[in-house]
C-alpha cells in the first residue's frame, strides 16, 4: 500500500475504491485508503488472538465467516464502518453464517480519550451486560458524530441514558479495572498487521484469513461478505 501523504488530513471521506491485491479474497489482502495513523506494520496475520469468551460478539461464533474488527472509538472511518457493519449484520446474522467480533485499538497519539472510551465500554459492559457494550459505542458515536471526538465528561449523561449508575463506571475507571484488557487488544492488532482504524481480519472456514485495511462502504462489505460465505461453502 501507498503511505499516507499527509497524517494529518481532517478528512473521513470513505474512497470509492477498493484496492484488491490479486484476485478477490484469494490473496487475503483487501486495502482502504482511508488510513487515520500509522502504526507499525509487517504483522502477521496468522497472530489474531481466537475468540474467547471475553470476545464481544454479534452473530454465531462458530459462524463459517467471522469477521474481527479493531477498531479506535473515536475515529472517523470506525463511526462509518461501524453504521455498515450493524446494517449487514442485520441481514446475515440470524442466519448464522457470519458473526462480527469487536476488539479495541485506541491510537492515541490521534485519539487522545480512545484508550478511555475503550475501557468505558468494558466497564459498562461488565457492569450492565453484553448488549450495553454496543449501545454505549452507539451513543458515543451519537453524541461525537463524524470526525467530533467525545470528550469523557459525558460518560455520566450516556451511563445514565443506558439505566446505569455514573458512579459505578467511574469507579471501575479509576481502579483501570479494563486498562489491561484493552492494550491486550491494541498489542494484538498490531502484532496482526493493523496499521489504522478500523482494521479487520475475515476468517472463512477452510481458507486463509482476509484483511480489510479501512472504512469499506455497505455495498463493497456485502460483496466481500457474500464471496467469504461462497469460498466457505456455506
Not at 461501524?82 to 442485520?90: D, E, G
Not at 490521534?110 to 449501545?135: D, K
Amino acid at each position: 500500500m501507498d503511505e499516507i501523504q499527509d497524517r494529518h488530513r481532517d478528512s473521513w471521506l470513505v474512497p470509492g475504491a477498493i484496492i484488491v491485491a490479486g484476485i478477490i479474497l484469494a490473496l487475503a489482502t483487501y486495502a482502504i485508503r482511508s488510513k487515520e495513523v500509522a502504526l507499525p506494520t509487517g504483522g502477521d496475520v496468522s497472530l489474531v488472538r481466537p475468540i474467547g469468551e471475553d470476545d464481544h460478539i454479534i452473530g454465531n461464533p462458530g459462524a463459517p465467516v467471522v469477521i474481527i474488527e479493531y477498531a479506535d472509538i473515536d475515529s472517523g472511518y470506525t463511526k462509518s464502518f461501524q453504521a455498515t457493519m450493524q446494517q449487514l449484520m442485520a441481514e446475515y446474522a440470524a442466519g448464522g453464517k457470519v458473526a462480527w467480533v469487536y476488539r479495541h485499538l485506541p491510537l492515541l497519539d490521534q485519539f487522545p480519550n480512545s484508550r478511555r472510551h475503550a475501557e468505558a465500554a468494558e466497564c459498562v459492559a461488565s457492569i450492565g451486560g453484553e448488549p450495553l457494550f454496543w449501545r454505549f459505542i452507539d451513543a458515543v458515536h451519537a453524541r461525537a458524530p463524524s470526525t467530533n471526538q467525545l470528550d469523557p465528561s459525558e460518560y455520566p449523561g450516556i451511563v445514565e441514558g443506558l439505566g446505569l449508575r455514573a458512579e459505578t463506571v467511574t469507579d471501575c475507571l479509576t481502579d483501570s479495572t479494563f486498562a489491561e484488557r484493552v492494550m491486550d487488544d491494541f498489542e494484538n492488532g498490531v502484532q496482526s498487521g493493523a496499521d489504522g482504524s478500523p482494521f479487520a481480519v475475515i476468517l472463512i472456514k477452510g481458507r486463509p484469513p482476509v484483511t480489510i485495511d479501512g472504512a469499506v462502504p455497505y455495498e463493497a462489505m456485502k460483496r466481500i461478505i457474500e464471496e467469504s460465505i461462497r469460498k466457505a461453502g456455506a
